[in-house]
């Protein structure tokens, strides 16, 4: 999808501040499209929302509030079957495998990477341009003190309370 984003839209790191992305996963795909784009969650150019999909936008930050057509780019072939590796990487994550079945799940990854590189991109993805609103940067964040546990906490995300603000746990707690 960052090659995509590169080819379509002349994404690179050295424009990110100019573009946000918009996805609908939360795997590990994220990760990368944020390390080789330069959109990152903390310089507010990317946004994740977990629906499961691997559907991606791209585009450019506008200077208004009109929708403006944006890159869509979706996984459409699951390609590969590393539902193998799937039972492995549980084992890994509670600890219980193997050096072998770690060696075997790493050799898995790899295989899978190497097949989907050498996949034509139009096999794997959907590329279309749809009408999206930019997302509204913040300003920068103004942050208190909550009232009650004292932890710092961002103006916005606050909840008025007396003479002070309540962070959303504090107020989930007193519910």
Known sequence: MGLIARNELGLTR??????????????SAIDALQ????????NQSFYA?????????FE?????????EALRV????????????HDIEKRIMAGQATFAEADEYHRAIDKAVSEILDI???SLFTKSKVSLRPPRLNESLEYKKCSS??????????????????????VAKML
């Open 120 to 122: 034509p991109e139009e």
């Open 35 to 42: 390390c080789m784009t330069g959109c990152t969650v903390g």
């Open 74 to 85: 979706a996984l459409i072939n699951p390609v590969i079957d590393i539902s193998r590796a």
């Open 149 to 170: 546990c004292g932890e710092v906490v961002a103006v916005r995300n606050a909840v008025p309370e007396g003479n002070g603000l309540l962070c959303r746990v504090c």
């Open 49 to 57: 929302y977990d629906l499961g999909k691997h559907v991606y936008y």
């Open 14 to 27: 050295d424009n990110d501040r100019s573009f946000f992305i918009l996805v609908e996963n939360m795997s």
């Open 60 to 68: 450019q930050f506008s200077s208004g509030p009109e929708p403006w």
